[in-house]
């Protein structure tokens, strides 16, 4: 009658070594953008950024401006795919593909890109301009989701309104802005040294959180939400729409509006580390994504990646938190495949019971 065991087997190979060593920083970029069907625009990045700081060189303020609204266009239509199509398919309920194909068909225009997803947020999402459900609390999203105006709404209503689902206290990775440069070579250089740490890496030697939610769990209504309900399923889902929410403002370089919170913050950052090494980090819709690079005579002689899916599914890490605490019952495989989800792996995944 409880949650024994929790088991979390990766085959995920581990091959930036062996797919980068021998070539040119340009060679490796351009290979990281392809090899990657998810976040391949964050691969690319990370990858330009590490190899620039390896070499010394800092791109100018339009190259870089050009990388990090490439990014936030891959989050949003990362995060968009999550609440549109994977959730409501969990939920039992018709996902809207149709709005989803909007929104990607703008992705080569960033203010074109900007305006589709504003009005995918107020006429589908939200049932509200975005502007105006940011300024609400966490007593208006409940209203919110109660009126259920949106079939995100709904979805949001149909968690209830007791604990969250797969409560998860382990520590959360600092994101990009608040991420200490000497936290950060420390990182770079541990995947340096040991392969096996880019496979199940630790934050001051415990297993962390990183995505959405760890980026803004300051954020006042996901604050409040993880206060009085827990940090899970309900609240990581909360982040990715806040998130998403926020990104038309971003895309346009606009202002703050008064009475709001700044959600996303910085996105790109890359650190030279010893000669000829250097590091990036790319904030991407499922978490810190870090690439480690050491060169030696132009071409490429270590590559480290430390993708986001290795945190949040380390073998002691929030997803095994998260189903250990799951209560038992006919739906416990649906509510462990809620979990996984909401932590979104950027592979196919499967949930197996054992009964003892």
Known sequence: DAVTCVDIRSSRPQLAQKLMAGRTPEEAADLAGLIFSLCGKAQKVAAQSACEAARGQTSGQDVLKQRERGVLMELAQE???RLLLNWP?????APDMASLLVLRQKAKDPLAFADALENLLGAILLGESPVLWLTRDLTGFDLWRREGRTLVAKLFADLGDGPDTGICRCALLPPLAMLEVGLAADLARRALADPTFCAA???NGEAAETGALARIADHPMLAAWIAR???GVGARLLARLLELAELPRRLRAEPDPVGCSEVIREVVRAWPLEENAGMAGVETSRG????VVRLKEGKIADYRIVAPTEWNF????????????LRTGPG?????RLVSQSLDPCVAYGVELLEQ
């Open 79 to 81: 995060h968009a795919w």
């Open 89 to 93: 398919e969990q939920a039992g309920r």
């Open 229 to 231: 309900r827990g940090r």
């Open 288 to 291: 810190l994504l870090i690439h």
């Open 332 to 336: 416990l495989e649906s509510a462990a």
């Open 201 to 203: 890496p630790l934050w």
């Open 314 to 325: 380390h073998p002691a890490g929030p997803l095994a938190q998260a189903l250990a605490g």
